[in-house]
């Protein structure tokens, strides 16, 4: 752990977790902003303050879901020019939006993230929440189909 202004930065290898990224303003994306992933049903939320963020079961992961049926590098989120996604990296369960099984996809407020046993709302600050309006057409979502019988397929 290092201190920088009373404010504690952990480094995990090449990926630092920083408590406060208004430290790092200038190192982050135009328009970034930050999502939160709210345990539903819960009040558990994990803050997602940095542009990519690796989630799974892996001590090094920047999001540590301890649980057998999280792989140990499940997925990702990404922001990219205006955009959040999230990306599943070959996990072993896959990843749900809003209940379609996915490799990649645009997410929004308001959109149900199912990691098979566990559901997260995703939720946007107020000045980026938009009217509603559904992206999630096979133009922005890459569904997964299960070729094996190792995979776990709801």
Known sequence: ????NNDTVSIN??????SNPSLFQEFLPKNF??????LDPGCVRLKIAKP?????RHSLSDVRLS????????CYFEFKETNWYVHDLNSMNGIFVN???VESCIIQSGDSL???GISFLIEFPLSHRQETKNIHDDRYCE???AMTSDRLVA
């Open 1 to 4: 752990m290092q201190t920088i």
């Open 67 to 74: 649980y057998p049926f999280i792989s140990r590098r499940h």
């Open 99 to 101: 209940g379609k099984k």
């Open 114 to 116: 199912g990691l098979i």
């Open 33 to 38: 902003f930050p999502i939160q992933l709210v």
């Open 13 to 18: 290898k090449s990926l630092p977790v920083i």
């Open 143 to 145: 569904p997964t189909i």
């Open 52 to 56: 990519v963020c690796i989630l799974g």
